[in-house]
Structure formats: C-alpha cells, structure tokens
C-alpha cells in the first residue's frame, strides 16, 4: 500500500541548511497533494508546510514562512523541503505524508545545535 521514506536529515549549526526527500510509493502520486509535518521531544506533531498535485499552490506554518520551500517532481514521485537559516526550534524528526493517506515512514531526524 502507501509508502513513504524520508531522508536528509542531519546535524546542522544554527543559520545552515538542510535538504529532505521524501520517495513516495504505492498510489498514484500525481493526483495527492503532499505535506510536511514534524514532531519535537515532547510535542504533538504539526503541520509544517503543503503543496498542491502540480505544484503551484503551496502553504506553511507561520514558523518557517520565508525559510522553508517545499516542491514536488511528479515524475520521480518526491517531494523536497528545503530549510534555510535553521533554529535550534526546528529541531524534531520530520515526517512527509499524502494529504488522501493516513500512512507515515520512519522519519528523518533533523537536528539544529551548536
């Protein structure tokens, strides 16, 4: 059925950038609008941005406006969360999801810290 796997995460200072990836199987990708959500220690999980089936309508959460890009290449069924000027506040395993699915991956970590 659905499949999803996250990957990119990683260690990074305050100010950097990260790139996730989120490979997408098991339903016509095309047609499913995709988000991003992640979860801290201790925190309930929350919506952090969404994108439309062609990739022209795109949203996010107040807290990453302007440094967080989300997009999508159909054709490699993948959905791509570029995050820049990182804070420690992003710190939270980060999950992509299809908006018609109640199916999540593994996660990837994404750690911000001096």
């Known amino acids: 059925q659905v499949r999803l796997v996250e990957s990119g995460g990683g260690l990074v200072q305050p100010g950097g950038s990260l790139r996730l990836s989120c490979a997408a199987s098991g339903f016509t990708f095309s047609w499913s609008p995709m988000s991003w959500y992640r979860q801290a220690p201790g925190k309930e999980r929350e919506w952090v941005a969404g994108?439309?089936?062609?990739?022209?309508?795109?949203n996010y959460a107040d807290s990453v406006k302007g440094r967080f890009t989300i997009s999508r290449d159909n054709a490699k069924r993948t959905v791509l969360l570029q995050m820049n000027s990182l804070k420690p506040e992003d710190t939270a395993v980060y999950y992509c999801?299809?908006?018609?699915?109640?199916?999540w991956g593994q996660g990837t970590q994404v750690t911000v810290s001096s």
């Open positions: 994108i439309g089936t062609a990739g022209g309508a795109t």
């Open positions: 999801k299809a908006t018609r699915f109640d199916s």
